[in-house]
Each structure stands twice: as C-alpha cells, then as structure tokens.
C-alpha cells in the first residue's frame, strides 16, 4: 500500500499563489507518476498537473502556464506551486500516485480562492 499526505492549500486572493506538497509512504517502489487533481463542487474530478515516472509533464489545460508541479522522485513528494490564481481553481485537490499495483489518493485540501 502507499499512504499520501498532502499539506498546503487554504484561502488566496484572485492573483495569488499557494503551494500544495503531497509526501508518499509505505510501498512506494510502487510509483511510477505522481500528479495532482482537483475537483469543484458539482464538477468530476480533473487533472491539475502529473509528472511520469519518466520525467514527462502533463497540465490541465486551464492551469497551463499557472501552475508548476514540482517531483522529488528520491524523497517521494510532489509539489503544486499555484500562481495567478482564479476564482474558478476553488476545488478540492487531491493527490495522485499511480502504479503497477494500483492507483493511490490523499485526503484531499480544500483551495478556495475569494476576494
């Protein structure tokens, strides 16, 4: 089993940043991506942003040029910088870990981006 742990999120103006980490543990051989995901009230749940095994990066197409996702692949974390934020990135983010054995979520963090 792999555990995730995300920390991070919380209220931001509209032209903000935030950042989210996210630590994994136990089985993490297992991993190969790591990415983050979100999902606002009454939407399914979307990508944000995913780093492979490989390196490769892959963007939601509306946090493009926003956001940065960060992978330590060594210390098993990835990171969320969020910057310029917009109302409509107020969701809750959850991240990802994908492997062979399966398919692994945090928690969630509630992001909410008000005036």
């Known amino acids: 089993q792999v555990q995730l742990v995300e920390s991070g999120g919380g209220l931001a103006q509209p032209g903000g940043s935030l950042r989210l980490s996210c630590a994994a543990s136990g089985s993490t051989w297992r991993i190969n991506d790591m990415g983050w995901y979100r999902q606002a009230a009454g939407k399914e749940r979307a990508l944000v942003a995913l780093r492979t095994g490989g390196g490769a990066t892959r963007y939601g197409d509306s946090v493009q040029g926003r956001f940065t996702i960060y992978r330590n692949k060594a210390k098993n974390t990835v990171d969320l910088q969020m910057n310029n934020l917009k109302f409509e990135d107020t969701a809750v983010y959850y991240c990802?870990?994908?492997?062979?054995?399966?398919?692994?979520w945090g928690q969630g963090t509630q992001v909410t981006v008000s005036s």
């Open positions: 990802n870990a994908k492997g062979i054995a399966g398919n692994y």
